[in-house]
């Protein structure tokens, strides 16, 4: 949160950003365990491949590695070499739906990177979401659970989501959990030979409170029917 500026502004009358009142440099994400009703979001161990390998890389299913940095992996040995990378580059958690067909296995990932601590700036990354998982509740819990831990537990002032400006499903979903869309980096990256358009989302504390409560309302049981289907739209939630 912000304050305006007052006694602070500089002799010089040049325009400056609002006081940010009682700030200090937050502690870093850790490997921590999150639960909730429909997902357990833990931190991706070697253990999780096997699991992974059947839920995101069956190449008799959609290939959900169009927009990553390396090809759907063939073999478990070829995921394994992948998932290493990403769990030492950045603080990577698995993602355990409690019910469906993946119930108790690792259907997904995601990861908190681009960690700045001084800033309060955290973004959630290289989110991979498999076979029971992709376009469940478990899915959107997943994220509610990191944000609420990034926000509320460890105090940070930004959450982020980047996506490959073509990746419409990345962007949709983003748009969906409320996160507003900032722009795109044009020309950003190099991925497997080709340009990358980067879209910037993101979620600030001072818009947490309303997002965190629409996510709770549309998480609740009783939004849901005897089959599982919601009652009412998430983004209505968040409407209002």
């Not at 001072?206 to 029917?225: I, K, M, Q, S």
Request: hydrophobic share 40%; aromatic share 8%; with cysteine.
């Amino acid at each position: 949160m912000v304050t305006q500026s007052s006694e602070q502004d500089p002799p010089t009358g040049d325009p400056v950003g609002d006081v940010v009142a009682g700030w200090s440099p937050r502690q870093p994400p850790q490997p921590v365990t999150l639960t909730g009703a429909h997902v357990t979001v833990q931190p991706l161990t070697s253990a999780r491949y096997a699991d992974l390998f059947a839920t995101t890389c069956d190449p008799d299913g959609p290939d959900l590695w169009t927009y990553r940095p390396v090809e759907r992996p063939r073999t478990l040995a070829e995921l394994w070499m992948h998932l290493a990378g990403v769990a030492e580059a950045d603080l990577t958690f698995a993602l355990v739906p409690a019910t469906g067909p993946s119930a108790g296995r690792a259907a997904g990932i995601a990861s908190l990177a681009r960690v700045e601590p001084a800033h309060g700036q955290i973004e959630v990354a290289g989110v991979l979401l498999g076979t029971g998982l992709a376009r469940t509740t478990a899915a959107t819990e997943a994220i509610h659970l990191l944000m609420r831990y990034a926000f509320d537990d460890l105090g940070y002032r930004r959450f982020e989501w980047k996506c490959d400006s073509l990746n419409e499903a990345s962007r949709r979903a983003a748009l969906r959990l409320g996160f507003g869309h900032e722009g795109r980096f044009r020309q950003h990256l190099v991925v497997k030979g080709r340009n990358r358009d980067t879209d910037w989302f993101s979620v600030i504390d001072a818009e947490w409170p309303r997002v965190r409560d629409g996510h709770r309302a549309w998480l609740a049981a009783d939004n849901f029917d005897a089959e599982g289907r919601q009652r009412r739209s998430l983004a209505s939630y968040l409407a209002g």
